[in-house]
């Protein structure tokens, strides 16, 4: 068994992405993301994620637990009322869900992703 270590002072070098132009609802939001362990089968990801503001609709097909270290950002679920997540927020997102992940202030969170 191998152990991965969330050490924020030796990250790799992140990788640069942003929603696709066809989701984008506000803003201009950027991501970076570090990603710090793949599974041999490619279905488990784990790492940190950073975006700046802006706010996108998000279709999940996969699960993902998160948590939030820094900055601000309100979850919009269709037909539900939005979450605000901050430092110390901790959270699942199951495969289905449907909304708007909206970034208020430049938020840093933690991700394990399981497709």
């Avoid at 993902?64 to 979850?75: A, K, P, R």
């Avoid at 679920?77 to 901050?86: I, N, Y």
């Avoid at 199951?94 to 394990?112: A, D, I, R």
Wanted: glycine share 8%; aromatic share 12%; charged share 25%.
């Amino acid at each position: 068994m191998s152990l991965i270590l969330f050490d924020r002072n030796a990250l790799p070098e992140p990788e640069t992405g942003a929603p696709a132009a066809e989701r984008v609802v506000s803003g201009d939001p950027r991501f970076l993301t570090w990603n710090l362990d793949t599974s041999e089968d490619e279905k488990t990801y784990a790492g940190f994620w950073q975006a700046t503001p802006g706010a996108w609709r998000v279709v999940y097909d996969e699960w993902e637990y998160c948590e939030i270290l820094e900055g601000v950002s309100i979850l919009h679920e269709d037909g539900k009322a939005p979450l605000r997540l901050e430092a110390g927020t901790r959270f699942v997102i199951s495969p289905g869900f449907t909304g708007v992940w909206e970034v208020v202030e430049t938020t840093l969170k933690t991700y394990v992703i399981r497709l």
